[in-house]
């Protein structure tokens, strides 16, 4: 019978002991993102940050005579220049992706690396030193993509003089308006006097 207890007790305690187990590992933790779609949040932040630094309140500092006098046209360019620049940086990024065909190799990574997880010896490499074939590998690349980032960046620099000398053209046509404007009372003012003069004259006693 203390046999029988003693094995009954063994097996509880085992039995706990796979409880404590079970409860300790908890739920399955959620599958990290693949690099994909790390990349598509990382564009996404980028973009959120740059329209934040071009506030439309930096907008207006920068265009304050023409904001007085249109705020609303000064609104609707802001918002159609910074949806038109988002699409444009997205449309250019989707264009690298395809080039480079970084979907097919943000999978093609993930799958290296969750294969790897089960290899015990290392992987293999041309050269043997992960910095060099890194580097070999995205230096080329990434001077590319520099040069044309470069290109965008002038383009939008000839874009904003474009943009510059519009507004200092309507700044010169508003000061032209405003001369004329000046011009004409001044001329009524004369041609008033100019009539209560004869007035006077008419007026005095014979």
Avoid at 21 to 39: E, I, N, V
Avoid at 40 to 54: C, I, N, Q, Y
Avoid at 166 to 191: C, K, P, S, T, Y
Wanted: proline letters at 4%; one cysteine or more; hydrophobic letters at 40%.
């Amino acid at each position: 019978m203390a046999a029988a207890g003693g094995d009954g007790g063994d097996g509880g305690a085992a039995g706990a002991e796979e409880g404590v187990a079970d409860s300790g590992g908890g739920p399955a933790l959620a599958a990290a993102p693949g690099r994909a779609q790390m990349f598509t949040t990382v564009v996404d932040t980028f973009l959120e940050k740059l329209v934040a630094a071009g506030s439309y309140q930096r907008f207006v500092n920068c265009y304050r005579c023409f904001y007085k006098l249109q705020p609303k046209l000064t609104r609707s360019i802001y918002d159609q220049f910074i949806s038109q620049l988002q699409a444009f940086i997205k449309e250019e990024i989707q264009e690298v992706k395809n080039e480079g065909n970084l979907d097919g190799l943000f999978s093609s990574l993930d799958k290296i690396v969750e294969e790897a997880k089960d290899r015990e010896e290392p992987a293999w490499r041309p050269s043997g030193i992960p910095e060099q074939d890194v580097r070999s590998a995205m230096v080329p690349y990434l001077l590319k993509h520099r040069s044309h980032l470069r290109s965008i960046l002038r383009e939008k620099e000839e874009e904003n003089k474009k943009v510059a000398e519009a507004v200092l053209m309507g700044r010169d046509r508003i000061a032209e308006l405003q001369q004329m404007i000046q011009a004409h009372q001044q001329a009524w003012q004369a041609i008033s006097k100019e009539q209560q003069e004869l007035i006077m004259i008419f007026q005095e006693p014979q």
